[in-house]
């Protein structure tokens, strides 16, 4: 036994010592995609999407539309924010959709923007070089403080700070990066004076999320507004008339160098068919039993707005 | 359970059993090689063996996501670099395996060392025909978990982003996805049941003593 | 500053030390998974184990048991669990439970198993009944081997507990989890620290518990003990100071 501590003391001081010394690299042990992935060769655009079904579609919908006109594509599965826009940066990927609201935030913590055209002119202004937004369409998705029907009736709640008072009995569920991001937790704090008792870290927006809302599991969660749950499961969307969630519409992030005049014009050309009605039509077939592959919903789309 | 899912993606399937096999076996391989000098040493020197076999203890103890971790930092890798997790799991099945070795070399007969030396063998080739192979069963043994650990281990890798059968867990816990994690988990146990499978017959093989006995019971 | 020194930072930041996300709490709920987990394991796997050691009928199932049990991969059986039956408790203390039989099943059948024969053979021949046989002789000769087998147990249901954390549990793994998701290395990588922590404190403590729990008897080496039944070996067994069991139920110490 007294070797035994002896030889893990000894270790962990080689350890800390090795740790001192090395680690460090370009971003660290978290390099996230770029270890995956180095830059992408010239002619190719590699698509990337974030952990949730949408980014995936929309992702798949303009690597199908470059595709179906000649461009070489590749796709690639990331995560978070936080985990794909490194990425973008150093070229492991070049192109990935985004939404205008809370790609700013990410940007610039400190700004106020809320509105469609602000938050786009905002961005433009903040997006670093080498990398470049296209139109924004006018499909939007935003987060949301979303409870059960009866909850919402319970405390007669229609909007976010009708709920203010009652928050610190509720726990909380939405994605980990929630709790930290500008518009997330910190957010509704600060606008609606509503501190939850608890939170609990679930998925993005996803199944997990609205079961843990309908078996009350959480008794308010943060859910997409695009998602046909919202309906399907009887949940209700808060309203946010102080705008703690800026407008959120669907935005291409490109590299420059491979934003060709024809990049732009199929992207802009998908982008302006991409309504909010749209994303969530496409996000109810997505959800059916027999889970369709989101490049096969995507594809068909194409085909029946003639973008392919 | 949707069965028409699995044909279709057949490809992506594969793809990720593949690389599992990879993750898996590369650290079982390096792992023996590794630590059959040290389970060597440690039977040979008293002081070895005082250091080695709590190091690996305490290194097995360590949980490997742990260790998927933290090598980053200590490494100067990524976590994502497959590198990463083949030195993890290799570090596990040293620990592992060192003891077994150790074990398994000390319990060779002295009678039969004994009489290698009196016909003449030099100490390496003692070691590589007579005590090695003696040593053998127990170290299949050994193996055995090390590779059954492994093969579970890898996919816990997916919850940080690595590859292998674990993303049909993560992926289809993402989708709410039943058919992918179900395929995932038989993959998986079939994968395990396979190569432990195969590292019996393997001991069989290289043992022929064993089933020389084992027949000689029979007719006596 | 050096990623030692990062980390170092975020685990002795007060902040981190309060509230549903500090330390703490993430701590008792670890322990709440897995005490939760191995109860369980223990309620199934120390009677089934000692009733077919003793009896001595059934060893080749339950071994195959356990043996096909630990091939079943962790985080797939917890997402499983819990894409059937919501987030409860309940799939994580199955999923774990599932972790904690068969250590807990080789160890208890194992030593009741290697029980010196002429020991049994003794108490029968004092007119013990088979129940008295099993609780008052088999299995206090069984310790070494079960408490073996329930620090294999513990060290994998603790290891394991980090990942609950990504099917939205608590637990030391929140950190990793919530660390991965914000890109934050430091918080990550305190996380795995402090499960390692966790792990190494617990084995060190069952290794006391075994030394002081196990008669004095017991622990000199007996010159006729049985290899355990998993080993398929024709070796001629030879009896050493630190006699060891079949790496089978590796990590089980009779030390």
């Avoid at chain 1, 590749?74 to 826009?85: C, D, Q, V």
């Avoid at chain 1, 507004?225 to 959120?248: C, M, R, W």
């Avoid at chain 2, 590779?147 to 674990?166: E, F, R």
């Avoid at chain 3, 993430?26 to 050691?53: F, K, W």
């Amino acid at each position: 036994m007294k070797r035994t501590l002896s030889v893990l003391a000894a270790a962990s001081v080689a350890v800390f010592t090795l740790v001192g010394c090395g680690g460090g690299g370009s971003g660290g042990p978290l390099g996230g995609a770029s270890s995956a992935a180095p830059a992408t060769p010239s002619g190719v655009i590699r698509v990337g999407s974030a952990n949730f079904t949408e980014s995936t579609l929309i992702a798949e919908i303009y690597a199908a539309a470059l595709g179906a006109k000649g461009v070489k594509v590749e796709r690639a599965s990331l995560g978070s924010r936080e985990t794909y826009f490194p990425a973008l940066k150093d070229g492991s990927i070049d192109l990935i959709p985004d939404y205008t609201g809370t790609l700013l935030q990410y940007l610039d913590k400190s700004a106020t923007q809320t509105s469609s055209e602000e938050v786009y002119a905002g961005l433009r202004k903040v997006i670093p070089a080498p990398l470049t937004v296209l139109d924004k369409a006018p499909g939007e998705d935003k987060d949301a403080v979303v409870v059960t029907k009866a909850l919402a009736q319970r405390y007669n709640a229609t909007s976010i700070a009708d709920l203010a008072p009652h928050c610190g009995e509720l726990v909380f569920g939405g994605p980990p990066e929630f709790q930290q991001r500008p518009d997330g937790i910190p957010g509704i704090q600060k606008t609606y004076n509503c501190a939850f008792k608890s939170y609990r870290s679930l998925d993005v927006g996803g199944p997990l999320t609205i079961k843990a809302l309908t078996d009350n599991t959480v008794q308010a969660a943060d859910v997409f507004t695009t998602d046909p749950s919202i309906e399907q499961q009887g949940l209700v969307a808060l309203a946010d008339p102080k705008n703690n969630f800026a407008a959120q519409n669907v935005v291409p992030v490109i590299n420059s160098a491979k934003a060709t005049d024809q990049v732009k014009q199929i992207l802009n050309a998908v982008g302006a068919k991409l309504t909010t009605q749209t994303l969530i039509d496409l996000n109810g077939k997505l959800n059916a039993p027999d889970k369709p592959d989101p490049a096969t919903v995507a594809k068909s789309w194409l085909g029946q707005n003639g973008l392919s | 359970m949707i069965w028409g899912w699995i044909p279709r993606n057949g490809a992506l399937i594969l793809g990720r059993l593949g690389e599992h096999v990879l993750l898996s076996l590369a650290p079982v391989l390096i792992g023996l090689v590794l630590a059959v000098p040290l389970g060597w040493l440690a039977n040979r020197s008293r002081v070895a063996r005082s250091i080695l076999i709590p190091t690996a203890g305490v290194l097995y103890t360590i949980p490997s996501l742990v260790l998927f971790i933290v090598l980053p930092g200590i490494l100067g890798t990524k976590i994502l670099n497959p590198i990463n997790v083949v030195v993890a799991l290799a570090v596990y099945t040293v620990a592992l395996l060192v003891r077994s070795v150790a074990d398994a070399l000390a319990a060779v007969p002295s009678m039969v060392v004994a009489a290698a030396t009196a016909m003449g063998f030099r100490p390496t080739r003692r070691f590589v025909s007579v005590e090695f192979p003696l040593s053998v069963p127990v170290l299949i043994a050994g193996l055995r978990v090390a590779t059954v650990s492994n093969i579970s281990l890898v996919s816990i890798g997916a919850v940080i982003g690595l590859g292998g059968l674990g993303s049909l867990f993560t992926d289809g816990y993402q989708r709410n996805f039943l058919t992918e994690v179900i395929t995932g988990i038989v993959l998986s146990v079939l994968l395990a049941l396979l190569a432990d499978a195969v590292l019996l017959t393997l001991g069989r093989l290289v043992t022929p003593w064993s089933r020389a006995d084992a027949s000689a019971g029979k007719s006596a | 500053m050096s990623i030692f020194g990062a980390v170092l930072a975020w685990l002795v930041d007060p902040s981190h030390w309060v509230g549903y996300a500090g330390i703490p709490t993430r701590l008792l709920e670890h322990l709440y998974y897995s005490g939760s987990a191995l109860l369980v394991g223990i309620v199934i796997a120390v009677p089934l184990g000692a009733l077919v050691g003793h009896t001595g009928r059934g060893g080749f199932f339950v071994v195959g048991f356990a043996n096909g049990l630990r091939s079943l991969p962790d985080l797939g059986l917890l997402i499983l669990l819990v894409l059937l039956v919501g987030i409860g408790l309940l799939p994580v203390v199955v999923a774990l439970a599932v972790l904690a039989v068969p250590p807990l099943l080789a160890g208890t059948y194992a030593g009741v198993r290697n029980v010196d024969r002429s020991v049994v053979d003794a108490a029968r021949g004092m007119g013990m009944r088979e129940r008295d046989v099993l609780l008052r002789v088999e299995l206090p000769n069984a310790l070494p081997l079960l408490l073996g087998g329930l620090r294999a147990a513990t060290l994998q249901v603790v290891a394991t507990a980090a990942i609950a954390a990504y099917v939205s549990f608590g637990g030391f793994g929140r950190y990793i989890i919530d660390g991965l998701s914000v890109q934050d290395y430091p918080q990550m990588a305190s996380g795995a620290i402090l499960v390692a922590v966790l792990a190494l404190i617990i084995e060190a403590a069952l290794a006391g518990v075994q030394r002081a729990v196990v008669s004095p008897g017991l622990r000199a080496p007996s010159g006729r003990t049985r290899p355990p039944p998993e080993l398929d070996t024709k070796l001629p067994h030879t009896p050493k100071a630190d006699d060891r069991p079949a790496p089978e139920m590796a990590g089980v110490n009779p030390s």
